[in-house]
């Protein structure tokens, strides 16, 4: 019976010991989760980057289309695009 005690407190120990380092991974992973970008972070960066290029384009096209001989106020283009948003696809 003293055996089996022991051999159950043993067995306990070790499974103590196993649970405790799982512990500690399970910390260390969350604490690199917050450290590290999510994917819709990364996707969120990736729609604004091709927004951002497309408005560009929007803008450069005004520019060159604008045949009045005043220069177009960058403001005021990029206000146009806000009303009037081209569709390049």
Request: hydrophobic letters at 35%; one cysteine or more.
């Amino acid at each position: 019976m003293e055996e089996k005690n022991g051999s159950l407190a043993n067995e306990k120990s070790e499974l103590l010991k196993r649970l405790e380092i799982t512990d500690k991974e399970v910390e260390e992973q969350k604490e690199a989760n917050a450290r590290a970008p999510t994917r819709t972070m990364k996707n969120l960066l990736e729609k604004l980057k091709n927004d951002l290029a497309i408005k560009d384009k929007e803008l450069q096209v005004l520019f060159t289309c604008h045949e009045d001989p005043e220069p177009l106020d960058l403001h005021w283009a990029s206000v146009l695009l806000f009303i009037y948003p081209f569709n390049f696809g």
